[in-house]
């Protein structure tokens, strides 16, 4: 068995609790606030005005689900799909404002809406949901980690022995 294979499940339970932790950690620090989350949905002007709320309202809801079913480790490879989703809206959507010109805080961790030009942060966000989306998508491909409290019911088949 070589040194990597020994590794993968551990590499992916460190992929898993850091993916789960943003994922967590983005969505309950919008919870509590959900005027603040509609501000920054809106900021983005790419939903009609009817859509905002329930994105506002729901996006926080599924990004906190989606972070605990990876920090159980349940249904990790449909979880992690989930986060690789989440990761590649988020990234189209803050590089669809950088592009059009706003000038608004992108909102993941809470806050967001309109901010004083030069106060974006655009291309680390993008490179950190970018990096987060590999992270999901390595993660889907090698769901098999330690710590989980999923096995086969997670979606996640065990190596045939040889």
């Known amino acids: 068995m070589t040194v990597v294979r ?7 339970t460190a992929a898993r609790l850091l993916l789960g932790g943003v994922l967590v950690v983005a969505g309950a620090l919008k919870l509590p606030d959900p005027a603040e989350a509609v501000r920054a949905v809106r900021a983005y ?3 009609p005005e009817g859509l905002v709320g329930p994105v ?3 996006l926080p809801v599924v990004e906190v689900a989606v972070g605990l079913a990876l920090l159980a480790g349940v249904f990790l490879r449909t979880a992690a799909l989930a986060a690789a989703v ?4 988020f990234t189209a959507a803050v590089a669809s404002a950088w592009a ?3 000038q608004i805080d992108c909102g993941c961790f809470g ?3 309109e901010v004083a030009a030069g106060e974006t ?12 989306l590999l992270v999901a998508l390595a993660l889907a ?3 098999r980690s330690r710590l989980a409290l999923g096995g086969p019911a997670a979606g996640v088949r065990e190596p045939a022995r040889v």
């Open 121 to 132: 942060g655009y291309p680390a966000e993008v490179a950190r949901d970018v990096a987060l």
């Open 111 to 113: 806050g967001g809406g």
């Open 86 to 89: 989440l990761m590649a809206v």
């Open 6 to 12: 020994r590794a993968q499940p551990w590499l992916s």
């Open 141 to 143: 491909r090698w769901p």
């Open 56 to 58: 506002a309202f729901g």
């Open 100 to 102: 059009r010109g706003l």
């Open 45 to 47: 002007r790419l939903l």
